[in-house]
């Protein structure tokens, strides 16, 4: 009898295996169901209690409405809403100042997460009963969503608040790879040491975060993670909103990882054109690479970051000693990357340099997978 279930549990995990080699797919987000729509589930969590919400404009409902105003309008007291890089309504350009204020349309304070205040403080949280987490994250290291979710859940649990996640798909959840960051080089742009592309949701990345007592001190807070229904790791999604302004669509979305190594070169991705993060221009020479053909055969594209355009563009700009900027370490997390580029390393060699790290990372992913 023994034998027969084994055999069976053998079938069935082949069986899974096969349906998982199909490949992606690319879904519309509203496909799957958001943590922001099971309410059923987090509702009775928020009665009677002085709530803040940490939000900008990827946390909508379904039907488009904001989480805000769908809180507000089931009687939930939003005491203070809190927003990270690109402000409350997302039209900040990376970088930018995103000042605190009033949401005009609720009349609610708002707390900018970004510039020198991206750790909410104990007079910010003042007042809290518990936090509400929604943000749409693009499942990349520099994309500094998740380091503000760090954030919160320190000051939260410094300050004994627990926090809700409402979980959302990862448009980049299909893969892992690149190098993982050397604690040396960890900023706002990369926490903790993870590989650039880490296969995450975000609800998933905070309970790695917490459980793995990566915050402050190894501190954990009470944390409570409302899971996705309908999500397909494996699928590529359509955003219904762009999660920042110079990622207007999902062909930005995915070209995004190995686009934003340019950052830290003095190539630009497009900024400013009707194609960010779906082309780079070579500097002096004045040639466009359109991506947006690849993108559209991501189904025969292979599963890993693109090193030949920076290496490519790196060997066309031989001559120029500023192709890297002080921001290149900062991005990749590890010391030795620019140089082995600029010593035109072959691409196996250096990703083969990467693959203890992912390897070790895998093992602390697993534990953390809800899908």
Request: aromatic share 10%; proline share 5%; with cysteine.
């Amino acid at each position: 009898m023994t034998k027969r279930i084994l055999a069976l549990f053998a079938i069935i995990m082949c069986i899974s295996l096969i349906i998982n080699a199909k490949g992606q797919k690319l879904l519309d987000a509203r496909e799957a169901v958001s943590g922001a729509m099971r309410m059923e589930q987090y509702l009775p969590m928020l009665e009677n209690k002085h709530v803040g919400v940490v939000a900008n404009q990827t946390s909508i409902m379904d039907n488009g409405t904001h989480l805000v105003d769908t809180l507000l309008s089931h009687g939930v007291d939003i005491v203070k809403i809190f927003t990270p890089e690109h402000g409350f309504r997302g039209t900040a350009e990376a970088g930018a100042h995103v000042a605190s204020g009033v949401d005009e349309k609720t009349g609610i304070a708002i707390v900018s997460l970004y510039g020198k205040n991206k750790k909410p403080t104990a007079e910010q949280l003042q007042g809290l009963d518990i936090l509400v987490f929604d943000l749409q994250d693009v499942g990349c290291r520099f994309y500094t969503y998740i380091s503000t979710m760090t954030y919160v859940m320190e000051a939260a649990a410094e300050n004994n608040i627990p926090v809700i996640v409402l979980d959302r798909p990862n448009p980049n959840g299909f893969y892992v790879d690149g190098p993982v960051l050397e604690p040396e080089n960890k900023s706002f742009v990369g926490m903790h040491c993870v590989p650039i592309v880490y296969g995450l949701t975000i609800g998933e990345y905070a309970m790695m975060v917490n459980c793995e007592k990566w915050l402050e001190n190894g501190i954990q807070c009470d944390l409570t993670v409302i899971a996705l229904g309908n999500y397909d790791r494996n699928a590529i999604y359509k955003l219904p909103v762009k999660p920042s302004p110079n990622l207007p669509n999902w062909e930005a979305v995915y070209l995004y990882p190995s686009l934003c190594l340019f950052e830290g070169t003095e190539v630009g991705v497009g900024r400013g054109t009707k194609y960010p993060f779906q082309v780079y221009i070579l500097p002096g020479i004045n040639d466009t690479v359109n991506l947006i053909d690849y993108a559209h055969n991501y189904r025969k594209n292979e599963k890993k970051l693109n090193l030949s355009w920076i290496m490519e563009a790196r060997k066309r700009l031989a001559n120029d000693d500023k192709f890297f900027n002080n921001y290149f370490i900062k991005l990749v997390g590890v010391g030795d990357l620019q140089q082995k580029i600029d010593s035109a390393i072959p691409e196996d060699e250096i990703r083969s340099s990467w693959q203890d790290g992912i390897d070790n990372y895998l093992k602390i992913r697993e534990k953390y997978l809800i899908y």
